[in-house]
């Protein structure tokens, strides 16, 4: 798999909510190469701002040559990612990172966990997922993507408000709904992939976590977003691994969180 810098077109954008878009690409390059719980560093136009931001896929259509990123609003680059319409150019960077290995749920119950801006990478696993599935899905109070999946798996959702589904956390809703599995997929915050990867240790589930972290390069240099690990980075000689090109899918036991 070879990473490509290109310049993309935009093919539509839309508001998720406030604050969180929807942008499709037109990128044929990458999405012929790319699978779930990869990512694509996405340049500003901005040459002030040197460095790109690192987007979970959310969807790729091969046939069409099409990614589908969905972002929130956090800062000046993704400002100005939201105000793209149709047709404007945009740089990108990728496939990169590794994704999740979809083998290991061959003929298991898989349970695909996403917590707020994890969510997206969710949508295009649950596309490509060959086994039976649920998903569990959590937010502070507004719904976003949870039609996007609902053909592929049985979506249960937890709201930290009580707004929707259970209130609480995704381990609230998956002991208040009875729900297991032979293996997870969760990509979100650091606290409920700690309490993800604590859960599944107990459970004897085998769990894979996609890390959520501030990166610069996207491949590798820079060491900017390393994570501890239980082995020695040849790269470094410590006992970090490289979020960006080690990951950002790790098998749960392979990182301290």
Not at 42 to 55: A, C, E, F, N
Not at 81 to 97: H, K, N, R, S, T
Not at 192 to 215: D, F, N, P, T
Request: proline share 4%.
């Amino acid at each position: 798999m070879s990473k490509v810098k290109m310049t993309a077109t935009v093919v539509s954008q839309e508001a998720l909510t406030d604050d969180i878009f929807s942008m499709w690409i037109q990128a044929g390059e990458i999405a012929s190469q790319a699978v779930p719980g990869q990512f694509i560093s996405v340049y500003t136009k901005d040459s002030g701002k040197l460095l790109p931001r690192p987007i979970s896929l959310c969807q790729v259509d091969r046939e069409q040559g099409r990614l589908r990123i969905v972002y929130r609003v956090v800062g000046a680059g993704t400002k100005e990612f939201a105000g793209y319409q149709a047709g404007d150019d945009v740089e990108i960077l990728g496939p990169l990172g590794n994704g999740f290995p979809l083998e290991r749920a061959a003929g298991k119950r898989a349970m695909l966990i996403g917590g707020g801006i994890g969510i997206p990478p969710m949508i295009e696993l649950a596309r490509q997922l060959d086994c039976e599935k649920t998903a569990v899905f959590g937010y502070r109070d507004v719904l976003f993507l949870t039609e996007d999946v609902a053909p592929y798996a049985e979506v249960y959702v937890a709201t930290e408000d009580g707004s929707a589904g259970t209130k609480g956390n995704v381990l609230d809703a998956i002991r208040e709904q009875g729900l297991s599995a032979d293996v997870i997929y969760a990509c979100g915050p650091t606290p409920m992939l700690r309490a993800l990867k604590a859960y599944a240790m107990e459970q004897g589930i085998e769990c894979w976590l996609s890390l959520e972290e501030k990166m610069a390069c996207g491949i590798g240099a820079c060491l900017a977003c390393v994570c501890q690990s239980k082995d020695v980075d040849e790269h470094s000689h410590v006992h970090n691994k490289r979020i960006c090109k080690d990951g950002p899918v790790f098998l749960a036991q392979e990182v301290e969180l």
